[in-house]
């Protein structure tokens, strides 16, 4: 694997290629700085297979160039790495805003930052064996899938240029490395799309990446006031992160997002209106708990909206076979 | 924690490390001396030059196994931008904190 890594201070580069050196199959190179980067970036005959970046850089920080090489289309899916100091955390939750999938801590822990590159170089080499076969959406800047290329309901589908919204991989990094302190305050819930597996039948590759991009678009957009992370788990589900000791109101939040996506007015390619609405699941608090135990609370949060989605319709099935006086199977 | 300081080329990184401390703590000690004359026009430019110094050090001192002198570069690097934002104009806290940041260098070096 191929790694570029970007830091003002070149004691810090030196540091990393000691560290790095002991890893097999890693070669690491080196950019003094931003420019340094876009110019090494530039001028790479084989696109880097994994980016070190340093969030506090003079005149460009990490954070935009992030973004800045996020818009590269050799750098969609490229697991970028962001470096930084402990207390950085408002940082590092821009970081992965800005497209990072993982961060290291300096001072360096020797064996932290050699398990975070072997995630990224195992990430790296699946996605090339996969033909980086990863599903993606979006209307205009992307090109989109036939309609043979239809993902599975349950595959993660990339969405880009959606305020927070981070891949399934990225956010499960983020809430492992975050200090107790630093979760103190979070919470995890899930958004489903009710009756999931009816639209997903219905729409063709393009136009269910398309419900999925623009559902995105609603909960983001309706998250706005929070301080968040979400990723799309796949079932019509998104997982999101809240910070702050407020907890939203979750009813609240549906219906602005079963507004907001009635007021898109979304439709079948034919021109028949998508008519569907989304739910929330339960919240959790994430106080108190190990690292270790956040991603099982990450999919309790999302096995609990799936669960309130069937509910839900299990519900309406009661009441209307109830009505017609028969029973629901 | 697994510290780096096992690694090859771990004790010649240090070494150079040490070399550039001296002529960052030249930086920071000018605005330091800055800060105890009144109304000193050129604090501002100064400060902002010790603390990109600071922030260097504070990023890579406690990587070298100079955990306390990265600690305290960071609590510096902190009042600084703090001052230079007009946060927290505490000079006096400031000065303190500078002056201990200058005083573990100094033992530093001489060992």
């Known amino acids: ?329 | 924690m697994m510290d780096v300081s096992g690694l090859p080329g771990f004790e010649a990184i240090r070494l150079r490390f040490l070399k550039r401390l001296n002529d960052k703590i030249a930086v920071i000690q000018d605005a330091f001396a800055a800060m105890t004359a009144h109304n000193n026009p050129e604090l501002a430019p100064k400060l902002a030059l010790a603390r990109d110094e600071l922030h260097m050090i504070s990023g890579s001192a406690g990587s070298l196994g100079m955990v306390q002198i990265g600690d305290q570069a960071r609590l510096c690097e902190n009042l600084t931008i703090a001052f230079l934002d007009r946060l927290d104009p505490d000079i006096a806290e400031m000065q303190v904190q500078y002056e201990h940041f200058i005083s573990l260098v100094e033992y530093i070096q001489s060992k």
């Open chain 1, 1 to 329: 694997m191929r790694v570029l890594a970007v830091d003002d201070d070149e004691i810090i580069l030196e540091l990393l290629e000691a560290i790095v050196g002991q890893i097999p199959d890693v070669d690491l190179e080196t950019a003094c700085g931003p420019e340094a980067a876009i110019a090494a970036i530039s001028a790479a005959p084989v696109p880097f297979e994994c980016l070190l970046f340093d969030i506090q850089m003079p005149y460009k920080n990490g954070i935009e160039l992030c973004r800045e090489v996020r818009a590269m289309q050799d750098y969609k899916f490229t697991p970028i790495i962001m470096i930084t100091a402990m207390s950085d955390k408002s940082h590092i939750d821009d970081a992965f805003a800005a497209g990072a999938t993982d961060y290291v801590t300096k001072p360096f822990d020797m064996a932290d930052v050699q398990t975070r590159l072997k995630i990224a170089q195992k990430r790296s080499e699946a996605q090339l064996e996969s033909g980086q076969s990863i599903h993606f959406s979006s209307r205009a800047a992307y090109p989109v899938a036939n309609a043979g290329d239809k993902p599975n309901l349950f595959d993660h589908i990339a969405v880009f240029d959606v305020p927070g919204l981070v891949e399934p991989n990225s956010l499960m990094n983020y809430l492992s490395q975050l200090s107790r302190a630093n979760l103190f305050g979070s919470g995890i819930f899930a958004i489903s799309i009710r009756r999931i597996e009816e639209l997903y039948l219905r729409c063709d590759a393009f136009e269910f990446e398309a419900l999925i991009a623009d559902v995105a678009e609603a909960i983001s957009d309706c998250l706005r006031n929070e301080s968040f992370l979400f990723s799309y788990g796949g079932n019509g589900t998104f997982d999101c992160v809240v910070h702050g000791g407020r907890q939203p109101d979750l009813n609240e939040l549906v219906d602005q997002i079963n507004i907001q996506l009635q007021q898109m007015g979304l439709c079948y390619s034919d021109g028949t209106p998508q008519q569907f609405q989304v739910l929330a699941g339960d919240f959790y608090r994430l106080v108190w708990r190990s690292s270790g135990t956040v991603g099982d609370v990450l999919a309790d949060a999302h096995h609990s909206a799936e669960q309130a989605a069937i509910e839900k319709e299990k519900q309406l099935d009661d009441f209307w076979f109830a009505a017609k006086g028969q029973t629901a199977v």
